[in-house]
């Protein structure tokens, strides 16, 4: 497969980089951020292409905060500057990243998505009789830097544009040479790309023909419990020696039993909200109603953050759910 060169005219065009703006500012165009820097749109676009051109961006302005949803995380916001610099980036790197993506990769891909996964995952779960769910342990915060840099590098022959990708990088650290943070555009896909390989692994040298990887998230489907057992102990063994990372303990069962994937517990012909979706749910609401009967925020408001609350749970068998938690907040 021909490796694309000389991207860095591509990033730096600027009509990506007004597209790149566009997308950055989706969702927050009232911030003192996002509308500082449209005052002076064209100047801060001319000087991020420079930048971009010369190879000396700026990176590493993180703004940290946690979130306890549904565990508690450090996030990691970029300026909104740098949020533009990773939409140039990715919109002309995304094709080149998504060649290597087998089909049952669907975080950060168009057509794909979490209710895809789940899709998938409920065709599988009809057809075996078991299923191996893993995941990786503090996945973005143990992403070694050499080995990503090092698969990059495979991918990409532009040195300007890995330079770039090298820079992101280093600008972060949750321990020495590793992580990378949550809240970055370019994170997600350097992490979504980081597990490309053992996806290869599974499909090609495995033989493993049911497999869905939401990002860190991977279940593997099979009738027979040795074959995924046999699996798992290749998969531990690629992921410590070729990832330098560590799974969290595997859970093998029947699929008659319920998989637990992506805040929903899937059955054969059944889908339900986890119980830790179910206390999200719960919790949720009752914030909407604190914060709108403090006057803190209006109706359309928390309209606005009732609807994917609500879509949430209207994908999973919860009709009797939603009702008991609104006559339980009717009064």
């Known amino acids: 497969m021909k490796r694309k060169n000389n991207l860095l005219p591509a990033i730096a065009d600027p009509d990506n980089l007004r597209l790149a703006f566009w997308k950055a500012r989706k969702g927050k165009s009232w911030s003192k951020p996002v509308r500082a820097y449209r005052a002076d749109l064209d100047a801060n676009l001319m000087l991020l292409r420079e930048q971009?051109?010369?190879g000396e961006v700026q990176v590493g302005r993180y703004h940290f905060f946690k979130i306890y949803d549904p565990k508690e995380r450090q996030i990691c916001a970029p300026s909104f500057g740098e949020q533009v610099l990773h939409h140039a980036l990715m919109n002309i790197c995304h094709s080149r990243l998504e060649k290597v993506q087998v089909f049952d990769s669907y975080a950060c891909r168009k057509g794909k998505g979490t209710y895809a996964a789940l899709e998938r995952a409920k065709n599988?779960?009809?057809?075996?009789?078991y299923f191996l769910k893993l995941d990786v342990k503090k996945f973005f915060d143990t992403i070694h830097h050499n080995v990503l840099k090092t698969q990059l590098a495979r991918l990409f022959r532009d040195q300007d544009v890995l330079d770039i990708f090298y820079q992101i990088i280093d600008s972060y650290e949750a321990h020495p040479d590793r992580g990378v943070p949550i809240g970055n555009l370019t994170s997600q896909y350097f992490a979504n790309h980081y597990l490309s390989g053992l996806d290869h692994f599974i499909k090609e040298k495995l033989r493993i023909k049911a497999y869905v990887r939401y990002m860190d998230d991977m279940v593997l489907w099979h009738n027979d419990k040795d074959v995924l057992k046999q699996a798992w102990r290749a998969i531990k063994k690629y992921v410590e020696n070729e990832l330098q990372c560590q799974l969290k303990p595997a859970l093998l069962n029947s699929t008659s039993?319920?998989?637990p994937?992506?805040?929903?517990?899937?059955?054969?012909?059944n889908l339900r909200l986890s119980l830790r979706s179910r206390r999200r749910f719960v919790q949720k609401l009752r914030v909407l109603e604190e914060r709108f009967q403090s006057g803190e925020w209006d109706e359309a408001t928390c309209q606005r953050r009732a609807l994917p609350l609500l879509a949430f749970t209207q994908h999973a068998n919860?009709?009797?759910?939603?009702?008991?938690?609104?006559?339980?907040?009717?009064?």
Do not use: E, H, Q, W
Not at 124 to 129: E, G, K, L, V
Not at 261 to 269: D, E, I
């Open 124 to 129: 599988y779960t009809r057809r075996y009789r």
């Open 261 to 269: 994937f992506l805040g929903y517990v899937v059955l054969p012909y």
């Open 52 to 54: 971009i051109l010369s």
């Open 318 to 331: 919860a009709k009797a759910f939603r009702k008991k938690v609104f006559f339980d907040n009717s009064d």
């Open 257 to 259: 039993c319920g998989l």
